[in-house]
Structures are given as structure tokens and as C-alpha cells.
């Protein structure tokens, strides 16, 4: 019996590592194959937040909400609301939401998604950077340049930092901030960041990307407030053939410009240029973005305006043509 147990001794204790060997590489296997579940899912998260954003920048805004709005309530179900891939959605949301004038809900996406950016990364991040410049620029949009000059002021801080002076994405932010300058009276430091910009972006972009025209748009506002209509006319010309050659004859992001020069032509006297542009900058905006929308709020009145204009009015009654000659300036 001795002999018997002490043979069989071995063989109990020898399993038993076996066993335990075993056990832990199935858990080990399993954590791989989670590790790996996971990865896909960010990577399928993101592959649809790059969807989405391609369709923004095509200016299908619709097709691109649906898919943000989907894509944003998965990554909450699947890795919960603080994960850095719900930041991610949150701030593709809110980009979405500027474009189509809903400011309010674009700030709530942004601050969110700044909240979880800092959480994981510090403040030294170009995530974080992207954040503050894009709460800049909706305090632009709201009119609250006093509020968003601070924002952008810290994005081009933070990203100056990171990568230096003469890159890009600084130079983006630059601009962004210089809007802002403009918007708080401080228009020859806002003239001198955008000419830096513009410098920067025709040597790493080239003449023709959309970044240079979008730099070229709010130099030709500086001249228009200036009462420079001719050169702020060109300008504005100039900056629509290029984002036409970026985004096509459709896009409303063609919009602004549409209504800048618009506005430069009508002041020139040239009311019906001045109607078909305006009227132009509706049928890029119209059912795409929000009724009040700024831009096609602005649009539609001022077409309404440089329509009267456009007309032939009766010789009989001076009293109506010097009433409308009045109004041109404020309605623009």
C-alpha cells in the first residue's frame, strides 16, 4: 500500500502545476482576446468619426449627425462616458454643430470633451489645444470675443510649445486667435498674426489650400471695415476661387465669403452682383444648417434688400429712392 500510494504521490503533485499553468493562460488568453475586442472597437469608433468627418467637410451635415449621434452613444455604452474615444466624438460634435449654427449645444460637446481631454492627458496636449481653439471660435461666433480671446490665446500657447512656431496647426490657431483680436478692437495686432499666419500656410500647404483661403477671407474683412470696398473686394474674391478649387461650387462654408463680397459689390453700387451673391450664400446654406443661423439669417435679408435696390424704381416718388439709399448700410 506504501508503495502504491508513494507512487502515485508524484503524479498528484505533478498535475496540480499543470493545472494551475493552465488555468492562468487561459486567463491570460482571455485577457489578450479583451485587450484585443477592445482595440477593434476603438479602431472601429474612430474609423467612424473619420466617416463623419468626411462627410462635414463635404457638407453633407445631415448624414454626418446621424453618424456622430450613433457613433458617440456606442462609445458611451462600450467604454463609458469619460473614455478618451467619447472625447473624441464629443468634439467631432461639436465642429458639426458650429457649422450648423447650434453654438449652445457645440460648447456643451466642447467643454465636455476638454474635461476628459485634460483628465488623461495634462494640459500640454494637442487635444487639449484643439479643444481651446475650438471654444474660441465659437465665442467668435456668438459675438463673445472678450470670453473666447483667452481660449484661442491658450490653444496657440499650448501648441507653440509642442511644435514651434512655423508649423501649421500653430499657424491655425494664430488666425483663429486674430479673429478674435479683431473682434475686441485690437485690429493691428490681429492684421499682423494674419499675415504671419497666411506666411506660414502658403510655405507647408501651397498657394491654393483652403487654410489660405480662409486667412485671405478675414484679411479682406479687416479692409472692408476699413472702407477699403475695392481691395476687399478682391480679397474676398480671391479667397472664394479658392475654397470653390478645396470644396466645390456648393459647400457652405462658401457662405461667409459669398456674403462678404456680396456686401463689398453693394457697397460699390453694384446691387445686383451683390443680389446674386447673397442670394447664392441662401442656396449653400438653406436646410442645411439651423433658421437662425447667422450667416443665412444675414443673407436672406440683405437679398431682400439688394433686391429693392436692384429695381427700377418709379421717377414720381424721390421720397421712396431716397428711403431706400438710406437703409443700404445697416441692412448689409
Same mark, same amino acid.
Given at each position: 500500500?506504501?508503495?502504491?500510494?508513494t507512487?502515485?504521490?508524484?503524479?498528484?503533485?505533478?498535475?496540480?502545476?499543470?493545472?494551475?499553468v493552465?488555468?492562468?493562460?487561459?486567463?491570460?488568453?482571455?485577457?489578450?482576446?479583451?485587450?484585443?475586442?477592445?482595440?477593434?472597437?476603438?479602431?472601429?469608433?474612430?474609423?467612424?468619426?473619420?466617416?463623419?468627418?468626411?462627410?462635414?467637410?463635404?457638407?453633407?451635415?445631415?448624414?454626418?449627425?446621424?453618424?456622430?449621434?450613433?457613433?458617440?452613444?456606442?462609445?458611451?455604452?462600450?467604454?463609458?462616458p469619460?473614455?478618451?474615444?467619447?472625447?473624441?466624438a464629443?468634439?467631432?460634435?461639436?465642429?458639426?454643430?458650429?457649422?450648423?449654427?447650434?453654438?449652445?449645444?457645440?460648447?456643451?460637446y466642447?467643454? %465636455? @470633451?476638454?474635461?476628459? &481631454? /485634460?483628465?488623461?492627458? #495634462?494640459?500640454? *496636449?494637442?487635444? !487639449?489645444?484643439?479643444v481651446? $481653439? =475650438? +471654444?474660441?471660435?465659437?465665442?467668435?461666433?456668438?459675438?463673445?470675443?472678450?470670453?473666447?480671446?483667452?481660449?484661442?490665446?491658450?490653444?496657440?500657447?499650448?501648441r507653440?510649445?509642442?511644435?514651434?512656431?512655423?508649423?501649421?496647426?500653430?499657424?491655425?490657431?494664430?488666425?483663429?486667435?486674430?479673429?478674435?483680436?479683431?473682434?475686441?478692437?485690437?485690429?493691428?495686432?490681429?492684421?499682423?498674426?494674419?499675415? %504671419? @499666419?497666411?506666411?506660414? &500656410? /502658403?510655405?507647408?500647404? #501651397?498657394?491654393? *489650400?483652403?487654410? !489660405?483661403?480662409?486667412?485671405? $477671407? =478675414? +484679411?479682406?474683412?479687416?479692409?472692408?471695415?476699413?472702407?477699403?470696398?475695392?481691395?476687399?473686394?478682391?480679397?474676398?474674391?480671391?479667397?472664394?476661387?479658392?475654397?470653390?478649387n478645396a470644396?466645390?461650387?456648393?459647400?457652405?462654408?462658401?457662405?461667409?465669403?459669398?456674403?462678404?463680397?456680396?456686401?463689398?459689390?453693394?457697397?460699390?453700387?453694384?446691387?445686383?452682383?451683390?443680389?446674386?451673391?447673397?442670394? %447664392? @450664400?441662401?442656396?449653400?446654406?438653406?436646410?442645411?444648417?439651423?433658421?437662425? *443661423?447667422?450667416?443665412?439669417v444675414?443673407?436672406?435679408?440683405?437679398?431682400?434688400?439688394?433686391?429693392?435696390?436692384?429695381?427700377?424704381?418709379?421717377?414720381?416718388?424721390p421720397?421712396r429712392?431716397?428711403?431706400?439709399?438710406?437703409?443700404?448700410?445697416?441692412?448689409?
Open positions: 500500500m506504501i508503495g502504491v500510494q507512487g502515485r504521490s508524484p503524479d498528484t503533485t505533478g498535475e496540480r502545476p499543470r493545472g494551475l493552465g488555468v492562468r493562460a487561459v486567463a491570460e488568453r482571455r485577457h489578450e482576446v479583451g485587450v484585443e475586442q477592445r482595440r477593434r472597437a476603438i479602431l472601429r469608433v474612430r474609423h467612424q468619426l473619420a466617416v463623419a468627418g468626411k462627410w462635414r467637410r463635404r457638407g453633407d451635415y445631415r448624414r454626418a449627425g446621424l453618424l456622430l449621434t450613433r457613433t458617440l452613444a456606442a462609445a458611451e455604452g462600450r467604454f463609458g469619460h473614455a478618451l474615444v467619447v472625447a473624441e464629443c468634439n467631432e460634435l461639436g465642429v458639426l454643430c458650429k457649422a450648423t449654427g447650434g453654438f449652445r449645444r457645440a460648447e456643451r466642447y467643454r %465636455r @470633451a476638454l474635461r476628459i &481631454f /485634460r483628465a488623461a492627458h #495634462g494640459t500640454e *496636449h494637442d487635444s !487639449v489645444a484643439t481651446y $481653439h =475650438n +471654444l474660441g471660435g465659437i465665442a467668435h461666433a456668438r459675438g463673445r470675443h472678450a470670453h473666447g480671446e483667452p481660449l484661442a490665446r491658450r490653444a496657440v500657447d499650448i507653440t510649445r509642442l511644435h514651434g512656431r512655423d508649423d501649421p496647426r500653430v499657424a491655425a490657431d494664430v488666425a483663429a486667435w486674430a479673429a478674435l483680436l479683431d473682434g475686441c478692437g485690437r485690429e493691428l495686432e490681429a492684421e499682423m498674426h494674419l499675415w %504671419r @499666419a497666411l506666411e506660414v &500656410f /502658403r510655405t507647408a500647404l #501651397g498657394e491654393e *489650400h483652403y487654410e !489660405v483661403a480662409v486667412t485671405t $477671407h =478675414n +484679411l479682406a474683412a479687416l479692409r472692408h471695415r476699413r472702407g477699403d470696398l475695392l481691395g476687399a473686394a478682391r480679397a474676398y474674391a480671391d479667397a472664394l476661387r479658392r475654397k470653390e470644396l466645390g461650387p456648393d459647400h457652405p462654408d462658401l457662405a461667409a465669403t459669398l456674403v462678404g463680397l456680396a456686401s463689398a459689390l453693394r457697397g460699390l453700387g453694384r446691387a445686383e452682383a451683390a443680389r446674386a451673391g447673397y442670394g %447664392r @450664400a441662401v442656396s449653400v446654406l438653406a436646410g442645411l444648417v439651423e433658421e437662425n *443661423h447667422p450667416t443665412l444675414l443673407a436672406r435679408a440683405a437679398f431682400a434688400a439688394a433686391s429693392a435696390e436692384a429695381e427700377p424704381e418709379p421717377r414720381a416718388d421720397q429712392r431716397a428711403g431706400a439709399g438710406a437703409e443700404r448700410g445697416p441692412a448689409a
